[in-house]
């Protein structure tokens, strides 16, 4: 399925969208091609719409432009097109930030008058925060793609102060990185290891013998091991169903793939070795297809194999503060 998925997308059509930031200033450049384009077709002798080419003279402020000649219109177009382009690699960026920043001051200045005016600036806040953190620049060295280039740790003077250190060395910054995820996310094996992942709990709920044993400790056949300290006993004693219960079949059905699917945005990124969710979206509209898929997720679910390319996983780390390098103030995303 992936060999199949990936041929076609090799033969798929490549489009390219502009996804320039918008701002007045670039509509502006959008509005004065659009009205050049729409002269040059009437000088041609194709048909137009008056009305739109008088929206977009009065809108450009450029009243007398239908009196220019055919030679006229095609320079200014391509001047427009030079200077857009111009724009768009250079100021766009910026000029959608300076404007949302604007746009966020005057709304929190208005968010007492009324719940319209208070929504519309957490919107417009959020907004912000989303785009600034799509563009994670600071932490990387200007023109580098090749990941984050430095973070800062603290160290302990023997004074008792705290001093912050910058390292730049990429594998340092990796094991960083790597251990702040550990410290993170890994809370019952770091900073200490957690009864149920250490022994004997840890083969008892990892082997083969997993489910079973899940399913006898919940209901109340499971006979806890006399290693367990009392705290842990105790709270593994109190792991029971719950009455009226009824058996969960750990199970994705055609449906479940379908509706989770059909629920996600079509441009993510889903799996490491490129394949993103419009593949598996578009899958959805063929049942046996999607019967396919679903098998594919029942495998790991039920039998604990994971395929390869779902071994691997990247964590992006981005600042949340200017300048603030600390992994431990840093987002991970």
């Excluded at 048909?47 to 007398?64: F, G, I």
């Excluded at 973070?151 to 250190?165: A, K, M, N, V, Y």
Aim: hydrophobic share 30%; proline share 6%; glycine share 4%.
């Amino acid at each position: 399925m992936y060999t199949v998925r990936r041929q076609a997308e090799e033969k798929c059509r490549a489009l390219a969208p502009g996804k320039v930031p918008w701002s007045p200033k670039m509509q502006g450049f959008w509005d004065r091609m659009s009205l050049w384009k729409l002269l040059l077709k009437g000088k041609k002798g194709c048909r137009v719409s008056s009305r739109k080419a008088r929206r977009l003279m009065k809108k450009t402020e450029l009243p007398q432009a239908w009196r220019k000649s055919e030679v006229d219109l095609e320079d200014c177009l391509k001047q427009e097109r030079s200077l857009y382009k111009q724009a768009k690699h250079t100021y766009a960026a910026r000029w959608r930030k300076d404007f949302l920043t604007v746009q966020t001051k005057d709304a929190k200045k208005q968010q007492w008058k009324s719940r319209k005016a208070r929504d519309r600036f957490f919107w417009l806040r959020q907004m912000k925060q989303r785009e600034e953190a799509r563009h994670p620049r600071r932490a990387q060295s200007k023109g580098s793609s090749g990941g984050l280039q430095a973070i800062q740790i603290e160290e302990h003077l023997p004074d008792g102060t705290t001093s912050l250190r910058t390292i730049t060395d990429r594998r340092l910054v990796e094991d960083g990185c790597m251990q702040e995820n550990t410290a993170r996310y890994d809370q019952t094996r770091a900073p200490y290891t957690t009864p149920p992942m250490a022994e004997p709990l840890y083969s008892e709920y990892t082997g083969d013998n997993a489910e079973v044993n899940s399913l006898a400790l919940l209901e109340g056949h499971y006979t806890l091991p006399d290693l367990l300290d009392p705290a842990t006993a105790s709270f593994l004693s109190h792991c029971r169903f719950h009455k009226g219960h009824s058996p969960v079949h750990l199970q994705v059905s055609k449906d479940d793939h379908v509706y989770f699917w059909s629920r996600n945005p079509e441009n993510k990124g889903s799996e490491p070795h490129g394949l993103h969710n419009e593949h598996f979206k578009a899958a959805i509209q063929s049942p046996s297809i999607a019967h396919c898929d679903a098998l594919f997720w029942n495998i790991p679910l039920t039998t604990g194999f994971v395929p390869l390319q779902w071994q691997k996983l990247m964590n992006f780390a981005i600042e949340k503060k200017p300048g603030d390098f600390r992994l431990s103030k840093m987002r991970t995303i």
